[in-house]
């Protein structure tokens, strides 16, 4: 008899980002969050109190590593700013560039901070129920620009991978997602470098 | 400048299966299930006055067909019996049967009865917030169990496919959903014809 998977089931709580029968977790904390938030002053002060505190928090189910399996889980970010700017995930784009991303709001509010690999910004609101579809080829970050906990479920190709540094590499996102009254904005980022032809044909040459 | 896909946002109504944004949309009528329910009398009968009633409805986003991409989207089914048998979908196993799929609860109740090549069963329950997960290999049908419409968001590799004919060449699942007071069982289906080891490594051998 050959070897199949079992089926499983995941039980998913909207507000904490629990979901049962996961097979991994990871929290990032603040100390771990260096050099993403513009304001390092306003970073370094929170840093004293605060360098254990989890700004978000994933858990997945990785069923296998073989191509065309899925990878799937939920993200819990905790509300907040450092200076006027949103507590955000470090974003990635997919190792193999073309893998996409859906993401499914389960509670609280955010955006998806999207940036192609020529520059170009895309940002879409996410909130319970909605989905936002990650395409290809697009870096992405999520922002919590709410009062309350922003709580994803997501789903990904299990051969993505994540290439983390490509904002590091790049002085951050072109885009900060900031405060706004009780709102947000996007405003553009000053240490932004943007990527040379050579650089996005590399990003590119990664698709298969 | 390389072509980008647009990133997009979907709004997904719980209660009714709407998507916002989606580019397909199907519907399955009780003329088009003919030969799925085991009561063939009493198919008939309903038939005469409710033809066109829809059984399920499917919304979904094909953002590309290139390999490495994801198909999401929305089923919405019927409450409802032929005979003790509950409403489900016609059922299938991808054409490339190692690929897999998430259903995540909307609304409603029912159950994802599932099959391997080898005919083996597993049923899985799923409602609101629940994360049922298709393993790859795995013939899957959803089932409505429950009194009100149920209400899944799906999401699949682009280059699955389906084979709907997989259930029918085997005389159905090896299990039908039926009722059990306000509950449900799972009873055997006496016109199943298990497949044979050649059956069986037809369907392996699409994996990919």
């Given amino acids: 008899m050959a070897m199949y998977q079992k089926p499983t089931s995941h039980v998913i709580n909207a507000l904490t980002g629990q979901m049962g029968g996961f097979t991994g977790r990871y929290e990032k904390r603040l100390g771990d969050l260096a050099g993403i938030y513009a304001d390092e002053v306003a970073f370094q002060q929170v840093l004293k109190t605060s360098k254990d505190r989890v700004v978000y928090c994933v858990h997945d189910t990785r069923p296998q590593q073989d191509q065309g399996d899925l990878i799937f889980g939920t993200t819990w970010m905790k509300p907040g700013k450092i200076g006027d700017e949103f507590y955000m995930t470090r974003g990635h784009i997919h190792a193999r560039s073309n893998r996409p991303e859906t993401y499914y709001g389960e509670s609280g509010s955010g955006v998806m901070l999207l940036e192609n690999p020529e520059g170009e910004t895309q940002i879409l609101e996410i909130s319970e129920r909605v989905l936002v579809y ?60 943007p990527r040379s032809a050579a650089d996005v044909a590399r990003v590119l040459a990664t698709a298969n």
């Fill in 134 to 193: 990650v395409p290809p080829m697009w870096i992405h970050r999520s922002v919590n620009t709410g009062p309350d906990p922003l709580v994803m479920s997501f789903c990904y190709p299990c051969d993505s991978g994540q290439d983390y540094e490509i904002i590091a590499r790049s002085g951050g996102m072109a885009k900060r997602i900031v405060a706004d009254g009780n709102s947000w904005k996007a405003i553009d980022n000053a240490a932004y470098r």
